[in-house]
């Protein structure tokens, strides 16, 4: 199967433009998602695991959260939440939307996404372009609406407006944190990104620890007001930070009493072009964090890896680094809509001996 897909990908895909590729399947999974038996049916037929009781085999209980299966979808993909059914219909154990900003924003100026074939990777510059908090809150709202979105583990992933200016960072994650908190699993401050002007440089303690302070304080206070339990909060970092800036700020996790840690976000250690690079030369790195950030977080945190997956074996390397569950998305442009299942249906097959 992966081999036809790679026939339709060169045949077809590989002559859009990667962004209209995109919105393509976005918009196709979207609708499907919207359809409940025809989603049911895909979903019965491609992952029979999501249906199980919590806690079955291969499920991962971390952050007081069961998730079905370890492996989900990284934020990127569905930035507005519109698609997440359809996304978690093709075995994904967990959708992770966004990046969300408080306000809409359209990103940066087109071409802002590139395939590099020869690397299964991508590179993107999209800039966090989405409607905005509201409206993801709006679609998220209608998703738990129901049993079957209920069901659906949903991390919510959140940035800053590029046009606010540093010192005001922390407003804006808080802001996000409040309209989004009640919908989400759990949340993602994202202050990694490489497409907006100066976010890297929030992963500093200085600047980092009053947006995690201000983002917890407002995501608990969202809570009580709808009588909700505490939403776990984790940090998505650079691949391309030092060993010493990665221990800072996983002394900072546990300082904090922050959930964990999602790791990595693309790179712009690269000479390819604009943008984030994606994708399998990642893995080296993000494997090499992940074991760096277990060693100092302990056994408590909760560590996501990301970057590189393609195979389940993939997979199975950032779990035996220390990584509680893993994510990913560039493979979904490459081995197909079938990815997902491959990868959890192994990884469940693993638990189950």
Partial sequence: MCAVYRWFFNTFFRRMDPEAAHHLVYTGLSIVGKIPVLRDVIQGALAPYLGRKAGGPGSVRTMGITFPAPFGLAGGFDKDAAAVHGLWM????????????????????????????????????????????????????????????????????????????PESAAADYA???????????????????????????????????????????????????????????????????????????????????????????????????????SGPPLKARGLEVVERLRRHLGEDATIIGCGGIQQPDDAREYLRAGANLVQGYTGFVYVGPLWPRRINTALVADAVG
Avoid: C
């Fill in 90 to 165: 093709l075995g994904f154990g967990h959708i992770e939307i966004g990046t969300v900003t408080p306000r809409a924003q359209d990103g940066n100026p087109a071409p802002r996404m590139w395939r590099e074939v020869e690397m299964d990777s991508l590179r993107n510059a999209m800039g966090f372009n989405n409607q905005g908090a509201h409206a993801a809150a709006a679609q998220l709202r209608r998703l738990r609406s129901t049993a079957a979105g209920r069901a659906v583990v949903v991390g919510v992933n959140i940035g800053k407006n590029r046009v606010t200016p």
């Fill in 175 to 277: 802001l996000a944190a409040t309209v989004l908190t009640p919908y989400a699993d759990y949340l993602v401050v994202n202050v990694s990104s490489p497409n907006t002007p100066g976010l890297r440089d929030l992963q500093s303690v200085e600047s980092l620890r009053p947006i995690l302070e201000a983002t917890r304080s407002a995501a608990d206070a969202a809570q009580a007001e709808v009588g909700g339990a505490r939403v776990p909060l984790l940090v998505k970092v650079a691949p391309d930070l030092s060993d010493d800036d990665i221990d800072a700020i996983a002394a900072l996790v546990t300082d904090l009493g922050v959930d964990g840690v999602v790791a990595v976000n693309t790179s712009i250690n690269h000479d390819l072009g604009p943008g984030g690079l």
